[in-house]
């Protein structure tokens, strides 16, 4: 049973950073893809970044330039969000995928967190 528990959201500033994590795969992990999503109030729930088992990655057109995503031997998953913006706040899930290919479509991902909460407002 893969339980993903993600960890470091809160309330910042726009223009303020925060880096979320994300753990709790410990069989396999070097096959999964590991994917950020997020889902502000009344909308659905939006593709961010996903990282591959060889470390390649891919954003969203929103995220380019102002997040980064990675993953450690740890087995944890990092979203290192910069210069946020009010647009952000969003409930943010981790997800994970048995897979090389890390798709941006939420369907194909079997497991997820229960999110962690980012707010971004002056």
């Known amino acids: 049973q893969v339980q993903l528990v993600e960890s470091g959201g809160g309330s910042v500033q726009p223009g303020g950073s925060l880096r979320l994590s994300c753990a709790g795969i410990?069989?396999?992990?070097?096959?999964?893809?590991m994917g950020w999503f997020r889902q502000a109030p009344g909308k659905e729930r939006e593709f961010v970044a996903a990282?591959?088992?060889?470390?390649?990655s891919n954003y969203a057109d929103s995220a380019k330039d102002r997040f980064t995503i990675s993953r450690d031997n740890s087995k944890t998953v990092y979203l290192q969000m910069n210069n946020l913006k009010s647009e952000g706040t969003a409930m943010y899930y981790c997800?994970?995928?048995?897979?090389?290919?890390?798709?941006?479509?939420?369907?194909?991902?079997?497991?997820w967190g229960q999110g962690t909460q980012v707010t971004v407002s002056s």
């Open positions: 997800a994970g995928r048995l897979s090389s290919f890390c798709s941006t479509s939420r369907t194909t991902y079997p497991y």
């Open positions: 410990s069989y396999r992990y070097s096959n999964y893809c």
């Open positions: 990282i591959s088992s060889t470390g390649s």
